[in-house]
């Protein structure tokens, strides 16, 4: 039975060695734990997914901003999402999302970006933020560009390029 809840600082090595084995590099690894020490970090939105009292998985939701001449719009960036190789394929992922969401809802967060496999995250209500109006910082397939509206009516009136911590420029 798989057991998620936020993150505490001792799961920091886990977490770390989890990310590395789901995308065999340091990237990731690099962005997470420098936004460990970011400002906008949020702990309840990092999650991880505990099965046999092993870190199997983790998400991560960070603070982003929709910025636009006539207004800023305030967001949340998921990434990354991390399961361990040898358990992926089993539900891990989406329980995690499922979680992470409803952790975003509860703490009154509106709008939820990702850049992610367009098959896998629509099933959760994401959908191409191009359609709003809402375009990456960098070049990346509209279909991979997702949004979601965790309050509705809350992409009324919202465009223009995210801007993510200044962390994501430095992996």
Wanted: overall charge negative; charged content about 20%.
């Amino acid at each position: 039975m798989v057991t998620i809840r936020s993150e505490i600082p001792n799961d920091y090595k886990q977490i770390s060695d989890v990310i590395y084995s789901a995308f065999e590099q340091k990237d990731e690894v690099n962005l997470v734990e420098t936004l460990w020490s970011n400002s906008d970090f949020i702990v309840e939105l990092s999650l991880v997914a505990i099965l046999n009292n092993l870190i199997v998985g983790h998400i991560l939701f960070i603070k982003v901003m929709i910025k636009s001449e006539r207004q800023d719009t305030p967001a949340l960036a998921l990434a990354p999402l991390a399961v361990r190789p040898d358990f992926q394929n089993q539900g891990i992922g989406s329980k995690l999302v499922e979680k992470g969401l409803e952790e975003c809802e509860r703490l009154n967060h509106k709008l939820v970006i990702v850049l992610g496999h367009p098959k896998f995250y629509p099933k959760f209500g994401f959908k191409p933020a191009h359609d709003f109006g809402v375009i990456a910082p960098f070049d990346v397939p509209n279909e991979s560009f997702l949004i979601l509206e965790l309050t509705s009516g809350a992409l009324k009136g919202v465009s223009g390029i995210v801007e993510y911590p200044l962390a994501f420029d430095e992996g």
